[in-house]
């Protein structure tokens, strides 16, 4: 069975600070992908970022940037300056090749950016 | 590419009438999902497919969900009759898998109120 687990509901930052949301995922595949998801107040699912379990290097994307833990089973979300702009819901998943291909995710992560 | 439509984008019913929504993948994507997002269970996979074919459709509700890909550009899932605790939005899903999962685009979901 596949699990990931968002254990932060909500977050609320002041605009220019950094916030890392937290991702727990739960396996019995060794290959597995996981995927971060940002769902902003228009409602639509932005795919962000794939990782497979091969590849443990962090990854830099503008602000953004993950960290893969396989150790500790975590996929974490960091954010570097926040703007109002990165208010959403923030959804991490999991997909293996054992567990048929299919995107499980996690309860999601509501970031609130204020100025 | 216009990534994956579905319509209609709002839908309002009457409890006990058929609801059918619609969904066109990403040409050339092989792999299409249907979604349901609510706010108490959050996504939810209702079913899958692969190339065409029904892969797995553990996550349909009960027998009034029903879901068809005639050809590789056209989905459908069907609820009949419908009822209030079917109101949730609905996403569709595309993804080329290939040598392994790949990231899954989704369109912008159709909003289902069944009164």
């Known amino acids: 069975a596949q699990k990931v687990t968002q254990a932060q509901t909500e977050i609320s930052v002041v605009e220019k600070e950094d916030v890392t949301l937290d991702c727990v995922y739960e396996?019995?595949?060794?290959?597995?992908?996981l995927f971060w998801y940002k769902q902003p107040p228009s409602g639509e699912l932005v795919f962000l970022i794939r990782?497979?379990?091969?590849?443990?290097q962090n990854e830099i994307s503008g602000r953004y940037s993950w960290n893969f833990q396989k150790s500790t089973s975590s996929f974490n979300f960091t954010i570097t300056a926040s703007q109002v702009v990165d208010s959403a819901v923030y959804f991490c998943?999991?997909?293996?090749?054992?567990?048929?291909?299919?995107?499980?995710f996690g309860t999601g992560t509501q970031l609130k950016v204020e100025l | 590419d216009a990534g994956v439509i579905q319509s209609p984008r709002h839908e309002v019913t009457e409890m006990g009438q058929e609801v059918t929504l619609r969904c066109k993948p990403i040409?050339?994507?092989?792999?299409l999902f249907w979604y349901r997002q609510t706010m108490m269970r959050g996504l939810e996979l209702l079913i899958y497919?692969?190339?065409?074919?029904?892969?797995?459709d553990s996550g349909m509700p009960e027998d009034r969900f029903s879901a068809k890909m005639p050809n590789a550009s056209f989905s459908t899932l069907k609820i009949q009759p419908s009822e209030p605790r079917d109101s949730a939005v609905y996403f569709c899903?595309?993804?080329?898998?290939?040598?392994?999962?790949?990231?899954?685009?989704f369109g912008q979901g159709t909003r289902l109120t069944v009164v």
């Open positions: 998943a999991l997909t293996s090749t054992g567990g048929g291909n299919k995107l499980t």
């Open positions: 396996t019995r595949d060794t290959t597995y992908y």
């Open positions: 040409s050339g994507h092989n792999s």
């Open positions: 899903a595309s993804s080329a898998q290939d040598r392994g999962p790949t990231e899954a685009f």
């Open positions: 990782r497979n379990s091969f590849d443990e």
């Open positions: 497919f692969n190339n065409n074919v029904p892969i797995d």
